[in-house]
C-alpha cells in the first residue's frame, strides 16, 4: 500500500501504468453484464497477443492516449522481452480476473496468469473509446 501526498491509501501496483486512487466523490458504478463481458473479453485478448506474441494485436489493443505514449516498435521490444523471460516457453493464458473499479469509461482491472505472479497486474487501467475497451496502462 502507498500513501499519497493526501494521506489516502492506494493499493501499489503491479506491471506499470497509471493507477488512480478511487475518487473520493464518486462512487463506483456497476457494470452491465454485455460491458462486462466485453471489458474481460478485452483484456483477456491482449493477455493472448502479448504472449503469443502478436505485435499487431496487441498494439491494435492500445488507447489512443497510450499509442501516442509508446511507439509500436517500443512495444514491440517489450514482447521480445517478456517473450526472453519466458525461458519455459509455457504459453500463458488468463487465469484469474477481477474488475477492482469501474467509473463508467474507464475500469481498473487485476488478472493473473497462470501460476507466475511476476505476470499479474492490479488495478490496470483500461478506457472505453469508440464503444471499445483499451489498454491505458501506458
Known amino acids: 500500500m502507498t500513501v499519497t ?6 493499493p501499489d501496483r ?10 473520493a466523490t464518486r462512487a463506483p458504478l456497476a457494470m452491465e453484464p454485455g460491458d462486462a463481458a466485453a471489458l474481460e473479453r478485452a483484456v483477456r485478448a491482449y493477455v493472448d497477443a502479448y504472449f503469443e506474441p502478436d505485435v499487431d494485436a496487441g498494439y491494435a489493443a492500445y488507447s489512443a492516449r497510450c499509442k501516442e505514449e509508446v511507439t509500436e516498435a517500443a512495444f514491440a ?14 504459453r ?17 482491472v487485476t488478472y493473473g496468469v497462470g501460476d507466475e505472479p511476476r505476470f499479474d ?3 490496470q487501467q483500461w478506457s472505453r473509446e469508440d464503444g471499445e475497451w483499451r489498454y491505458d496502462a501506458c
Open 121 to 123: 497486474h492490479r488495478r
Open 14 to 23: 503491479v506491471g506499470g501504468g497509471p493507477t488512480a486512487a478511487p475518487s
Open 77 to 90: 521490444e517489450s514482447l521480445k522481452r517478456a517473450r526472453d523471460a519466458n525461458v519455459d516457453g509455457v
Open 92 to 108: 500463458y493464458e488468463m487465469e484469474r480476473y477481477a474488475v477492482e473499479e469501474f467509473t463508467g469509461v474507464t475500469a481498473y
Open 5 to 10: 501526498a493526501t494521506g489516502r491509501t492506494v
